[in-house]
């Protein structure tokens, strides 16, 4: 009798587990994409890739690395919150967008590119893209950092907004965040 407790309690747990768990290991979304940013003389790499149960649900990194393949940024996002990203259901298709992702396509490809900051403005202007850089700036740093040419690297980080970061003289570096209307 205990036997057919003990057995009829397992079915029962079987039954009950929840149909999620068993396609979590479905197809998956290890899928990645590469590409190029030059600094100089150098090529950093720029690698994308995302993993998880499937493509809707996957998690997206970006790795930057310098020409001796030591990782010098990093970020990871949801998959799904990011613009390129998102409409891709299948691997070979997050794969394409992973390659769009890491390709430096922006005409923003120095900081020369980045907008005016003008006298008497609180930040810099750019029309309908704003520019918000990150704290610490001011107005003459701004202009410095603008002056000095330095690479940058922009890349989508949500479904209205794209992520700067610059090769400057601390290294590679965050300086903010470029909107554009959704």
Same mark, same amino acid.
């Given at each position: 009798?205990? #036997?057919? #407790?003990?057995?009829?309690?397992?079915?029962?747990?079987?039954?009950?587990?929840?149909?999620?768990?068993?396609?979590?290991?479905?197809?998956?979304?290890?899928?990645?994409? #590469?590409?190029?940013?030059?600094?100089?003389?150098?090529?950093?790499?720029?690698?994308?890739?995302?993993?998880?149960?499937?493509?809707?649900?996957?998690?997206?990194?970006?790795?930057?690395?310098?020409?001796?393949?030591?990782?010098?940024?990093?970020?990871?996002?949801?998959?799904?919150?990011?613009? #390129?990203?998102?409409?891709?259901?299948?691997?070979?298709?997050?794969?394409?967008?992973?390659?769009?992702?890491?390709?430096?396509?922006?005409?923003?490809?120095?900081?020369?590119?980045?907008?005016?900051?003008? *006298?008497?403005?609180?930040?810099?202007?750019?029309?309908?893209? *704003?520019?918000?850089?990150?704290?610490?700036?001011?107005?003459?740093?701004?202009?410095?950092?603008?002056?000095?040419?330095?690479?940058?690297?922009?890349?989508?980080?949500?479904?209205?907004?794209?992520?700067?970061?610059?090769?400057?003289?601390?290294?590679?570096?965050?300086?903010?965040?470029?909107?554009?209307?959704?």
């Amino acid at each position: 009798m205990r #036997v057919l #407790v003990i057995a009829g309690a397992l079915a029962l747990l079987a039954a009950c587990a929840p149909a999620e768990e068993q396609d979590v290991m479905s197809e998956g979304c290890d899928a990645r994409g #590469v590409g190029a940013w030059n600094i100089g003389a150098e090529t950093f790499s720029v690698e994308g890739a995302t993993s998880g149960p499937d493509c809707t649900r996957a998690v997206a990194t970006l790795v930057v690395r310098n020409a001796s393949g030591e990782p010098v940024w990093a970020d990871a996002h949801i998959a799904a919150d990011i613009m #390129v990203l998102a409409p891709a259901h299948d691997i070979a298709a997050m794969n394409t967008a992973l390659g769009e992702w890491t390709a430096n396509g922006t005409a923003m490809q120095s900081t020369t590119a980045l907008p005016e900051w003008p *006298p008497n403005a609180d930040s810099p202007q750019n029309g309908e893209f *704003p520019f918000y850089l990150n704290e610490g700036y001011t107005r003459e740093s701004y202009n410095a950092m603008r002056a000095a040419n330095y690479p940058m690297f922009c890349y989508v980080q949500g479904m209205e907004s794209m992520r700067c970061i610059i090769h400057g003289e601390s290294g590679v570096e965050w300086i903010g965040v470029q909107s554009f209307p959704g």
